[in-house]
């Protein structure tokens, strides 16, 4: 419960003294470190001890110096073992951090316990407190239980008896007689409730927190109830009844669609009961499905989203073992190994991620490094670790946006935002954002603060990359305090080398179904050595090797067609010669070249 000192003033000031700094929002509760829809966890009031290594807490609060001024705090938050009147504290862990002014809603997480499941936290009553400065400001209460360690899949704590659904108003599930359908009316339900009964199996007490999630046709979360419920000792074979619903009490809420209303325990699908919603009531008991073997077909389960089915572990794998083949970036492919290392350490210890791991990244380098691809997998990369929902790439620039007109870029910034949600939004050339400092209509320098504001909002729900020249981006992260605070994180990627840009186009070319002939294999590498040599911060890197590539392909293309069919032997459509590669010159020049094409009148 929050305590009446909201903004932590010591006794006998006045807020014309000491502004009052924050409002507590929230302390939630999870064990599990993974990501769920809309940055959230799986948060929970009651834990089997047996799944529990490390119990997690999440601390929110508003920031009502927000858009003002910064402040400086220290918060600890401290967990307590509760038995009766008395409290044994287990730990009081301490951060310090200075909260931003464009901070409107601050999180602060932490966790404590073992990494080995079921030897840290014991049956028992427990509680975390959340203190700024030393004043408690709002605390969670939490439960452990213990009925046995069970198998997979195994419910030790109680059966299912039945499920039958109902319709009414918000009241209806008083009601002593109740008319149970497996088809609701469109045109007149109000809520659809559920009458859950289940029978205790355990002769010990627990608190048993039963989580019911509707779902349309299409997997779209429709509405969700959740219960908590307390289940007396020495009452093994005893029916419990709750009843869930959702809706409203007028008519509206629901369409006609298939339904499914899925019932949790103990981050377990327990049961599933499909339902339909059309012209008329249909009386009768509902379909319940508890069978696992059919609980956890594809159809019954709610869509992620996802076009894959393959876990996340698969994902996280391919994505290293694709960046891992890149031809060079040995920096970034370290930078990138590291990190992914780091977090899984700080999964399984119990640390809270965004802690210690920031989303937001600088790349710097010329053009053709890599970075968009670097960029692409480093999204699913997120999502294979469980950061990222989605682990998609949205890439934009300036003019994807910046608008023109006042009002307009606060639109379009927020619909390419909302688009990489769940992902990356990656900004190419970013530093073009803040080009027109000083201007009337400094539209580049609104959509940057946006961009600030909504990485602050959406904490954890999506990442910004921006990208550009090193000098440039260097002036645009300085160009603005809240850049420099959220981009912690620079990679940078070098230029190829001449070898490099070699492997680069054997790799283009052996897609192509062609090889050079030693000839035209030696011209390229000569080729390839003098533009990097010659090369200026413009120089094209992949992009020009790409060109050339692509140039060889077009010129071997037009030398066959010159002739006959029947003369375009296997090994010629096969191979490039050197009279496909000697438009690209070496020559001295006095004027750096930006690819070295031979251009006619030359």
Not at 57 to 62: A, I, L, R, Y
Not at 106 to 114: A, T
Not at 312 to 319: G, V
Not at 322 to 334: I, M, P, R, Y
Request: net charge negative.
């Amino acid at each position: 419960m929050p305590d009446n000192n909201e903004g932590g003033l010591p006794q006998g000031n006045t807020p014309k003294q000491m502004p009052i700094k924050y409002k507590f929002r929230d302390i939630k509760v999870h064990s599990s470190d993974e990501w769920m829809a809309d940055a959230t966890k799986k948060y929970r009031k009651v834990y089997d001890r047996y799944e529990t290594s490390y119990m997690r807490v999440e601390f929110s609060f508003f920031n009502k110096l927000f858009d003002e001024e910064e402040w400086d705090a220290t918060f600890n938050l401290k967990c307590f073992h509760v038995h009766g009147s008395q409290k044994n504290e287990l730990c009081n862990v301490e951060q310090k951090r200075k909260i931003l002014k464009d901070e409107n809603i601050v999180y602060i997480r932490d966790s404590w316990g073992q990494a080995t499941l079921g030897t840290y936290w014991f049956k028992g009553d427990y509680v975390w407190e959340g203190y700024i400065d030393g004043v408690k400001v709002g605390e969670s209460k939490f439960y452990v239980e213990d009925v046995g360690q069970a198998k997979p899949g195994e419910n030790l704590f109680f059966d299912i008896d039945s499920i039958k659904l109902y319709e009414g108003d918000g009241q209806a599930y008083a009601l002593p007689q109740k008319k149970f359908l497996k088809k609701f009316s469109q045109k007149d339900t109000r809520f659809v409730w559920a009458e859950f009964n289940f029978k205790n199996k355990s002769e010990k007490d627990y608190f048993a927190e039963v989580f019911f999630n509707f779902y349309d046709k299409a997997g779209q979360p429709k509405g969700s109830s959740s219960y908590v419920t307390y289940i007396t000792t020495n009452t093994a074979g005893k029916i419990y009844t709750l009843n869930p619903g959702w809706g409203g009490d007028a008519p509206g809420r629901w369409k006609s669609d298939s339904y499914t209303m899925e019932v949790i325990f103990m981050d377990n699908l327990i049961a599933t009961v499909p339902f339909q919603v059309g012209e008329t009531f249909d009386e009768g008991q509902a379909a319940v499905i508890t069978d696992t073997t059919q609980l956890f077909k594809p159809s019954s389960a709610p869509s992620t989203g996802s076009s894959s089915n393959k876990n996340l572990e698969d994902i996280l794998n391919e994505s290293l073992a694709e960046l891992n083949s890149l031809t060079g970036l040995e920096s970034v492919k370290t930078e990138v190994n590291e990190m992914v290392k780091l977090v899984r350490f700080y999964q399984e210890t119990g640390k809270d991620i965004l802690n210690k791991f920031s989303l937001h990244t600088v790349f710097t380098g010329n053009p053709g490094t890599g970075k968009t691809t670097v960029a692409r997998i480093l999204s699913r990369i997120y999502r294979g670790l469980g950061i990222l929902e989605k682990g998609h790439l949205i890439e934009v620039d300036r003019a994807g946006l910046v608008a023109g007109y006042v009002g307009q870029t606060a639109i379009k910034t927020d619909e390419k935002i909302n688009e990489a949600m769940g992902g990356v939004l990656f900004i190419d050339e970013a530093y073009s954002l803040a080009q027109e400092k000083g201007a009337q209509h400094d539209f580049g320098a609104e959509a940057v603060q946006i961009i600030l504001k909504r990485m602050e909002d959406q904490r954890g729900k999506f990442g910004v990359i921006v990208a550009g020249y090193t000098e440039n981006m260097s002036e645009f992260i300085n160009s603005n305090p809240g850049l420099k605070s959220r981009f912690d994180k620079y990679f940078g990627f070098e230029d190829y080398s001449s070898d490099e840009m070699h492997t680069i186009a054997q790799s283009l070319f052996n897609k192509e179904g062609v090889k050079p002939d030693a000839a035209a294999e030696i011209h390229l590498k000569n080729y390839f050595a003098f533009l990097y040599e010659e090369r200026d911060k413009h120089f094209g890197n992949a992009r020009t090797v790409r060109q050339v590539v692509g140039e060889s392909v077009k010129n071997q293309n037009l030398r066959l067609a010159a002739l006959k069919k029947e003369e375009r032997t296997k090994e010629l459509m096969e191979t490039i010669i050197l009279d496909d590669v000697k438009e690209f010159e070496i020559k001295e020049v006095n004027e750096k070249p930006k690819i070295g094409f031979r251009t006619s009148g030359e």
